[in-house]
């Protein structure tokens, strides 16, 4: 049973700051790549950040210099630190981990992130 858990969601101003955890349980962590994804109201699903097994990461460019990813193996978690939030990082954000020699993808159920004044 693989399966994962976000928290760290909520309503900020433009400005403002918020961090994502994500929570794997289940499986051997170190195998997978994590990533975040986001969906806003009338777009398509997209990738935000993601950081590979053995610490590289990759990141929208509409994001970059702003929010940092990062994975801790011992705990089997995987952060996203956003700052400068903007009313355009509204959306819902998924935690994802892919497994892809397997070809195994799972998602997380979600968790809202909403910036407005």
Same mark, same amino acid.
């Not at 928290?7 to 700051?17: D, I, K, L, M």
């Not at 990141?59 to 978690?77: C, E, L, P, W």
């Given at each position: 049973?693989?399966?994962?858990?976000?928290? *760290?969601?909520?309503?900020?101003? #433009? &400005?403002?700051?918020?961090? !994502?955890?994500? +929570?794997?349980?289940? %499986?051997?962590?170190?195998?997978?790549?994590? *990533?975040?994804?986001?969906?806003? #109201? &009338?777009?398509?699903?997209? !990738?935000?950040? +993601?950081?590979?097994? %053995?610490?590289?990461?990759?990141?929208?460019?509409?994001?970059?210099?702003?929010?940092?990813?990062?994975?801790?193996?011992?705990?089997?978690?995987?952060?996203?630190?956003?700052?400068?939030?903007?009313?355009?990082?509204?959306?819902?954000?998924?935690?994802?981990?892919?497994?892809?020699?397997?070809?195994?993808?799972?998602?997380?159920?979600?968790?809202?992130?909403?910036?407005?004044?």
């Amino acid at each position: 049973q693989v399966q994962l858990v976000e928290s *760290g969601g909520g309503s900020v101003q #433009p &400005g403002g700051s918020l961090r !994502l955890s994500c +929570a794997l349980s289940g %499986s051997v962590f170190p195998i997978y790549q994590m *990533g975040w994804y986001r969906q806003a #109201p &009338g777009k398509q699903r997209e !990738l935000v950040a +993601a950081v590979t097994p %053995s610490g590289s990461t990759n990141y929208a460019d509409s994001v970059k210099g702003r929010f940092t990813i990062s994975r801790n193996n011992a705990k089997k978690t995987a952060d996203l630190q956003m700052n400068s939030l903007k009313p355009e990082d509204t959306a819902v954000y998924y935690c994802n981990a892919a497994h892809i020699t397997a070809g195994y993808v799972y998602w997380g159920q979600g968790t809202q992130v909403t910036v407005s004044s």
